[in-house]
């Protein structure tokens, strides 16, 4: 999942922040959702829909591969 949330400490105007560039911090976490998003659609193709829940609609800490 991904979300959008004020910057702490800050009040910026909320359509800046939404159509503002991302950070570097922000770019890692959208490269692993990404990563996660191709790994899930991979193993629906191979394995189907029920094997890829089971293995990824888990929390974070204990999620496979």
Known sequence: RLGIGAKS???PS???YVL???SRA???E???ALEKAV???ERILEYG???AMNVY???SDKLEE
């Open 9 to 11: 400490g800050e009040a």
């Open 14 to 16: 909320l359509r800046d």
């Open 20 to 22: 503002g560039d991302f």
């Open 26 to 28: 922000e770019m890692k």
């Open 30 to 32: 959208i490269d692993a």
């Open 39 to 41: 790994g899930a659609v």
């Open 49 to 51: 829909p029920a094997a």
């Open 57 to 59: 609609n888990v929390k």
